[in-house]
């Protein structure tokens, strides 16, 4: 479920535009959800197998495609949180995310 991070009652319309666009965006932020999620589940079993050079390179090249995945998010203004699985938030104009996402959670649109 995405929620607003701040507790006014009456949202400004502009932030409304944006509740909207950011809801426009849920099928693409899902697909990147999982792509993520699958990415650093790999990451993490190539390291708990302690592969060899060829285990590396592979973890080297998920690692480059989740930075890669992340720099596209933060284009589109939203930014990937360490959990597991992972929170989107998008950044308002004071720096603080004004909105937050769970795209795993039961709830989720």
């Given at each position: 479920?995405?929620?607003i991070?701040?507790?006014?009652?009456m949202?400004?319309?502009?932030?409304?535009?944006?509740?909207?666009?950011?809801?426009r965006?849920l099928?693409?932020?899902?697909?990147y959800?999982?792509?993520?999620v699958d990415?650093?589940?790999?990451?993490?079993?190539?390291?708990?197998?302690?592969?060899?050079s060829?285990?590396?390179?592979?973890?080297?090249?998920?690692?480059?495609?989740?930075r890669?995945?992340?720099?596209?998010l933060e284009r589109?203004?939203?930014?990937?949180?360490?959990?597991?699985?992972?929170?989107?938030?998008?950044?308002?104009k004071?720096?603080?995310?004004?909105?937050?996402?769970a795209?795993?959670?039961a709830?989720a649109?």
């Amino acid at each position: 479920m995405i929620q607003i991070a701040h507790d006014h009652s009456m949202p400004e319309s502009r932030e409304l535009r944006r509740f909207e666009e950011a809801k426009r965006m849920l099928p693409l932020l899902r697909s990147y959800a999982q792509e993520i999620v699958d990415r650093r589940h790999r990451v993490v079993a190539l390291q708990r197998a302690d592969a060899g050079s060829t285990g590396a390179g592979e973890r080297s090249t998920h690692l480059n495609e989740l930075r890669r995945v992340e720099r596209e998010l933060e284009r589109l203004g939203w930014y990937v949180g360490e959990e597991d699985p992972p929170y989107f938030y998008r950044v308002g104009k004071d720096g603080e995310p004004d909105l937050a996402w769970a795209p795993f959670e039961a709830t989720a649109p």
